[in-house]
């Protein structure tokens, strides 16, 4: 009986995997049930051909058996299930073969993983010749001359793909004779692409015939041929795959320490409307993160404010995440493989701050052909290449760049309104550029990156802007930062590596308005980050690791008075000039030990990781403080479902740069803020691709710094630690993996945030607390390569002040309100607002052209983001956030 | 004069709160399709005070005049306090001696002068129409100052409060039924040797016409014009100041202008000396045909001025 089974889905559309290395079913899983980067997708070594199943073979039926395949850490499958069971003995048959496959170990960046991967396994009938004896064996063909040869590959990408079937068929007009031929020619007229994606075939007659390949896990093309007097022919065929662009989507257990910890891929990061397809951005469509006013990134955590957390790229902190509006991250997405976001309970590995973390990964996968990928929306262009080189094609690069265009936009819009004369030019540029040693025994990479932001304002001569004579004239502001970052990972022994990170950088930063206020302001900075990972056995590792931050920064002011003088507030006050230049250098060396102790038998079952920190901050003749940090979280699986966690710990934020600074000879003594953090919460795997997870936090924070109330010279304190804060709630969400056609999730966020200046004062609501905080989004890929997608949000309003009225100051011209309520004590209008995202993919033989409509708030845009009062606060009405913006832009790659 | 001046760096607005009046303040109106602007004169508004001398010794007496302007009432009465600013922001007064003047129209002179006495007592400097605010700067003002900072001098604060008269009301003055305004200036009090005068302004010029004082000007409704504040010479003054490291330095004023109206609009609320003019709209549909317009000018030291031009708006 000649069967055939011609599937073969050398990656996977998608995976994951939930069991531990050995054996998913006893030994369930107890880290985060969150999928960091896999940085190698698992390859199918050895495939096993699935024999054809007798009643599917009667019937003449073909089908799909759609396989989740467990493979541990070393490649081995260790189970296999069927998703959806299609009978007729196909289910068995794929099953039996798939159980004997051997795929390559997949790889994070710590090493192998196991996973589990989604696996279609085709089955595509051929029937059987007729025998000349009737026996139902194929008899041995005549030996012919190649007449049919050629090419396969993939379009867009231009690769050539092997291992895929290819075969003569008979076209559905085809004569009677061609039908019998064809039947008769069974198996010889099928053949196999070799390593290069060529084939081959014999004996083809002459006449017109269908050329097809087909993959069930790539895809079909079929093409006309006509064959004639003996001649042969090369064909080139092009394949549209289905998969070709999938993300790899896995859960694993490693040895992550994070209580909450959710990861965002890059696939879904592009699929989310309203984000730019900016992956820091997604991080506010998750639990703990508040809305932030006009659309903007700013990252507002558990009720911290945005200064408190932290932003790493490659594990080292950057000072500025946001171009110009905080509508796009200063990372080009294309160079992003994947977003962590912790909004707590993170680790001592991260310091410096009381907030949350968002970790970005920058790309470790590279394409097997250079790449040039060009996206334009309606903010910036911009392209990256990438590519492997080398004789081993052993080294990686890749280039990225972008420039915005909204200046060039602004001039004719102006003149448009009749604001000829003014001219508004904001600017920006970013660029990254990464090197990768491939292959190697050591982990070797350097990443270059920076960006410029530029934002220039002048009105035309004779237009005041306000009656301050000082503030007349243009405006400038400038803030960049360059960084160069080398990442070395050398694995001693199976047990003992060393993890080094070293960067340097500079940062600049520089405001003008008219001829009188100038700030300046250069740092130069270094950051090494190293750890020494020991692995002691399957119960015990041992993180030992220090953060050095050190730098030097010159800086210039010019103002036209005296802070300390009472020029600066009366209207009469005579201004003398003001002049600072000088320079502080300062550093801090964190050291940080953790441990990852895993008390059962089962050692993947409980993990708990007690680690502590010190922050120290030394601006010498400035500032000095220190605060040890101990901190201690755990994890436990009750069962393969549902797993328990937990965190405490405390949390040091050094004051910020222009907090440790003083025009005295006295030190500024301010201390770190302090916060005591803690957070239980249940996580549940629901179903295959369905997660739950709800927890719930307070926050006590101390020693948050505050203006003086005391000021009155520059003897006196500018600032002193007599703040304190608490934030308390409960997050939920439910996520469903992309995986398939269908990605989303649902995140709620019941908190609140609160804060009191001064002992004694009152408690009052923080800026952007948010009771309630929903967001639901889903994305669905379409037939024809079209996907769509959908985001919903609704938020308590934010808090605001009423004013009962104002006091009109003569000499300043301008009113000063005055309340009769609390701080913050009315809130404005709930939030509510719905965006949509429509993409359509071109696969061209060479290049792919993704066309996407980003519709930001296509529904209930006009929300109050602020209220407003006029000149003398009798009066109020709403800012409104962003309107309904359509976003149409394109990204275009090329392989070549 | 000097940047140090001795003034609390809380906002004023606050302590100005606890005036007893303040709490019967103008409600909100907000309606979310617009809000006043504050070039619009649509309510009750102080718009200047000028004090002269525009910056005494002690024991000069003062006066001041202001400009009060309210286009759908009478203003009532102006009180005026006058408080040193050891004292804060402005001065707490009861408002039931401020109500009894509502009645003033049926006391006996005696019992006037009583009452005038009563409120000067209390801080009051001048309560128009009945009486017009001077103050006189006590002799021992400046004491406690060394030479040099006497020269630089301190600074007194006198708030107005306007209250409207509202027609038909029930005779006593109440503050909780008309609109009110609140305003407060500094009055610089020194030994300088180039003591601040007022500018002096010589009247508008329109599209390079000069307005004869007191004249009603007739504009067409929809048009635009190009109106300028005149300023006499003398009005921009140079004066001397003293820098921290005690070295003397001559500066000019560098005044600015402000300027308001009923109906109408224009391109900017302010402009910087030396530019004067301001692009004036009239309104295409006039609710009165007779308005005003104000230009009012500060020399950033304390002096000021105004003018008043009354339009006639025609077809």
Known sequence: ?896 | MTSERHIPRSPPGAKLAILAVVATGPSLSCNGLGLAQSFQIDRLRVLAIAADPAEPEPGDTVTFTSLVVDPVATVGITTWLACNVDSGYGCSVDPTLINSLGDAANMTPDQLAALYAELQAAGLIGVQPFFEPTWTVPADYLDGLTDDQKIEGSEAIVTVTAIQDVPGDTGTLDTASGDIEIAYKRVPVSLATTPNHNPQVLGLTVDGVAVTPGAVLKLSRGQTYAISCDLSAASIEDYTFVDDAGLAETRTEQPYFTWYLQEGSFDQSNTLWPYTTVQYTAPDSPTMNEQSLWCVVRDRRGGMAWVEQKLELGA
Do not use: C
């Open chain 1, 1 to 896: 009986m000649g069967t055939l089974a011609l599937a073969l889905a050398i990656a996977p559309a998608s995976a994951r995997a939930d069991g531990p290395p050995v054996d998913p079913k006893m030994a369930p899983p107890a880290a985060p049930a969150e999928p960091p980067p896999l940085t190698k997708d698992p390859v199918l070594v050895t495939f096993v051909d699935a024999p054809y199943p007798p009643e599917a073979q009667a019937a003449g039926l073909e089908a799909h058996v759609m396989l989740d395949i467990e493979i541990d850490a070393t490649g081995k499958v260790t189970n296999v299930t069927v998703e959806q069971p299609v009978g007729h003995g196909f289910d068995e048959a794929a099953i039996a073969a798939a159980k004997q496959f051997v795929f390559s170990p997949a790889e994070d960046a710590t090493g192998p993983v196991p996973v589990i991967i989604q696996f279609d396994y085709g089955f595509v009938f051929k029937p059987i010749p007729p025998s000349p004896t009737g026996s139902g064996v194929a008899t041995a063909p005549a030996e012919k001359p190649i007449n049919v040869s050629g090419t396969l590959r993939e379009m867009g990408t231009r690769k050539l793909l092997a291992k895929v079937a290819v075969s003569v068929l008979a076209p559905a007009d085809a004569s009677d004779d061609q039908k019998k031929a064809a039947v008769a020619a069974g198996n010889d007229w099928t053949t196999e692409t070799d390593a290069n994606g060529t084939f081959s075939l014999k004996g083809i007659p002459d006449g017109t015939w269908t050329l097809r390949a087909a993959d069930p896990g790539l895809g079909s093309v079929t093409q006309a041929i006509t064959l004639s007097a003996g001649i042969a022919l090369d064909v080139h065929l092009w394949m549209r795959t289905v998969a070709a662009e999938d993300t790899l989507y896995a859960y694993y257990d490693k040895d992550k320490n994070e209580v909450t910890q959710r990861t965002i891929t890059m696939d879904e990061v592009r699929r989310i409307p309203g984000t730019f397809g900016d992956p820091v951005r997604v991080v506010q469509s998750l639990p703990g993160a508040a809305r932030a006013p006009f659309g903007t990134g700013l990252l507002i955590i558990r009720g911290s404010n945005p200064e408190d957390s932290g932003v790493y790229v490659d594990g080292i902190r950057i000072p500025y995440i946001y171009h110009l509006g905080g509508f796009e991250s200063v990372i080009n997405p294309d160079l992003v493989s994947a977003v962590d976001y912790l909004p707590g309970g993170f680790g001592v590995q991260y310091g410096r701050g009381m907030g949350g973390v968002v970790d970005v990964s920058t790309v470790t996968k590279w394409p097997e052909e250079n790449k040039i990928t060009w996206k334009t929306d309606a903010l910036d262009s911009g392209a990256m290449i990438e590519g492997r080189f080398g004789k081993k094609k052993q080294y990686a690069i890749g280039l990225a760049g972008r420039r915005s265009y909204i200046d060039l936009l602004m001039a004719p819009v102006l003149a448009a309104t009749g604001n000829a004369g003014y001219t508004v030019s904001p600017k920006w540029y970013d660029y990254q550029a990464k090197f990768e040693l491939l292959d190697h025994r050591d982990s070797f990479s350097v990443l270059l990156f920076g960006f410029q932001d530029i934002l220039t304002a002048q009105s035309p001569a004779g237009t005041a802007q306000g009656t301050d004579q000082d503030t007349q004239g243009s405006f400038g502001t400038t803030y960049s930062t360059h960084r160069m970052l080398v990442r070395w990972e050398h694995p001693f022994n199976d047990h003992l590596s060393l993890r080094f990170i070293p960067s340097f950088g500079r940062d600049y930063s520089s405001l003008v308005v008219g001829s009188s206020w100038r700030l300046f302001q250069t740092q130069w900075l270094a950051e090494v980050r190293t750890e020494v990972p020991w692995t002691l056995n399957d119960h015990l590792k041992i993180v030992p690791g220090i953060d050095f931050v050190g730098g030097w920064s010159p800086f210039e002011v010019d103002l036209p008075f005296n802070p300390s003088s009472f020029a600066s507030t009366d209207p009469l006050g005579e201004r003398q000039p003001f002049a600072l230049k000088d320079q502080k250098w300062g550093w801090g060396p964190d050291p940080y030990i953790f441990a990852n102790v895993r008390p059962l038998k089962n050692a993947d079952r409980w993990l708990i990781t007690p680690g502590i920190r010190a922050t120290v901050a030394w601006i010498p003749g400035e500032e000095k403080t220190a605060a040890l940090d101990p901190r201690l979280a755990t994890k436990f699986s009750i069962d393969d479902r549902w797993r328990l966690k937990g965190s405490v710990g405390l949390y040091h934020q050094p004051p910020q740069p222009y907090q440790m600074y003083n025009t005295t000879d006295t030190m500024v003594n301010l201390v770190s803020e302090q916060t005591l953090s803690g957070d239980v919460g249940v996580e549940a795997d629901v179903g295959q691709a369905i997660h739950g997870d709800i927890e719930g936090f307070y926050k006590d924070m101390t020693h948050l710094i505050v203006g003086n109330p005391n000021f009155s010279s520059l003897t006196d304190p500018y600032f002193v630690n007599d703040g304190v804060g608490r934030a308390y709630g409960m997050e939920i969400m439910i996520r469903h993996d992309p995986v398939g056609h269908f990605f989303g999730w649902v995140s709620y966020t019941l908190s609140k945030s609160e804060r009191r200046d001064e002992p004694g004062d009152d408690w009052y609501n923080y800026d952007y607390d948010q009771t309630h905080n929903l967001v639901g989004l889903g994305g669905y890929k379409l037939p024809l390569q079209m996907e769509v997608s959908a985001r919903f949000q609704y938020t308590t309003g934010n808090p605001t002040t009423p004013y009962a009225g104002g006091v009109y100051d003569i000499d300043q011209d301008s009113y000063s309100g005055y309340s009769t309520a609390p701080y913050n004590s009315s809130r404005l209008p709930p939030y509510w607002a719905v965006s949509a995202r429509f993409d359509k993919e071109f696969t061209f033989k060479a290049w792919s052209l993704d066309l996407f409509l980003d519709l930001i708030n296509v529904v209930h845009g006009t929300n109050p983001e602020f209220e407003v009062y006029n000149y003398d606060y009798t009066q109020s009405a709403y800012i409104s956030s962003l309107p309904f913006i359509p976003s149409p832009g394109f990204e275009a790659k090329f392989d070549f």
